[in-house]
Each structure stands twice: as C-alpha cells, then as structure tokens.
C-alpha cells in the first residue's frame, strides 16, 4: 500500500523540533542579553557598569569597585546612601528611618535598592563618604 505524500502546508514533527528549537535558542538569547548602563561616581570620577536587572550597590561589587560604601546590602543599614545627580532609575521601597520622602523627591536614594534605567552619575552622602576610595 502506497502512503500518500506529506502535505508541505504543516511542518514535519522534526520541523515543529527546530522551529522549538530555533524558539528555545531565541527566549534563552533574550534572556542572556541583558541592558548595561555606566555609572559614575562623581566624588571619584570612577565609573563601573551596571545591569539593568542589578542594583547599583550590586554593580559596583560585582566588578570589584571601590566607591559605593557596602553595608547590608538590604535597605537597612543606609550607609550605600547616594544622591543621583543625573539619570533614570527604578527605586524599590525603601526605610524612612535613612532617606525621608523629601529626601527620595530629591534623588537621594539607597544604592542597594536602586537599578539604573539609564546612565547614572551619583555622588556618595552619609557617614561613610570618607571611605569613598579617591
Ligand atoms: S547596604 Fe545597607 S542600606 Fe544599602
């Protein structure tokens, strides 16, 4: 008994894997393909890139940086406090107890909770300022 041909209009079960496959490769290349921005901490003039998916804090460790002063790394100490000069941000919620609401209006921030949308340029507030590498 003769089989009739293979329609052309649906893919073949090995087409419908390369095209998930080619689909896979694609989702996985977005995902690796992530944003970078510079940031640059005017009181060193040194600059460190920044992902768009990591804080600021986590940026500037990540590469080994000095610059930022690093505490707790959860909102809680307020020692990473920096006030952005320039540039776009996303801030996640953060203690009133270290940046009050007029501070937050003002651009001064917490860098562990804050992820860069655009280039940044900060400057570093606090007790731990004199830490700041020069
Ligand atoms: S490192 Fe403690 S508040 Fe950011």
Known sequence: MKRPPRSTASPSPE???AALGASRRE???TATART???VTVADT???FRCGEHETLLAGMERLGKCGI???CRGGGCGVCKVRIESGAFSARAMSREHVSAEE???GIVLACRVKPLSDIRLAVLGQMKK???A
């Open 36 to 38: 970078y921005f510079a």
């Open 15 to 17: 087409g419908e894997q």
């Open 104 to 106: 937050e209006g003002a």
């Open 69 to 71: 002063p690093v505490g």
């Open 45 to 47: 003039g040194e600059s």
């Open 131 to 133: 830490k700041v590498c």
């Open 27 to 29: 989702a996985e290349a």
